[in-house]
Nanobody, 124 residues
Framework: VQLQASGGGLVQAGGSTKLSCVSSGRTFSTNAMGWFRQAPGKEREFVAGISWSGSETTYADSVKGRFTISRDNIKDTMYLQMNSLKLEDTAVYYC??????????????????WGQGTMVTVSS
């Protein structure tokens, strides 16, 4: 499985951007997926997760109400819509494929495949 994340860049505080994660190599629709992020000098943290069907989602408290995770199983692509961005959202964002199918859980050890990351920088 290969995961290719894109859509990062420089965004002003309060602005929006949308990340994409394209999957290739194995059937996309059978597994839950997730987004994680790692800010400079900090550990990688869970951002959002989504079930195989897209019907179940979960979010970190820090992004709840501002970010929306979704997926298109026809296009083998997962998305992260990021609104009302804050300076503290600056990080490298990673997409990942879970070993579970029913929920994208916060535990990174449940994810077996990772994308290369895309940088999101929020400026004031």
């Amino acid at each position: 499985v290969q995961l290719q994340a894109s859509g990062g860049g420089l965004v002003q505080a309060g602005g929006s951007t949308k990340l994409s994660c394209v999957s290739s190599g194995r059937t996309f629709s059978t597994n839950a997926m997730g987004w994680f992020r790692q800010a400079p000098g900090k550990e990688r943290e869970f951002v959002a997760g989504i079930s195989w069907s897209g019907s179940e989602t979960t979010y970190a408290d820090s992004v709840k109400g501002r970010f929306t995770i979704s997926r298109d199983n026809i296009k083998d692509t997962m998305y992260l819509q990021m609104n009302s961005l804050k300076l503290e959202d600056t990080a490298v964002y990673y997409c990942a494929r879970s070993t579970d199918y029913d929920m994208g859980r916060p535990d990174p050890s449940l994810y077996e495949y990772w994308g290369q990351g895309t940088m999101v920088t929020v400026s004031s």
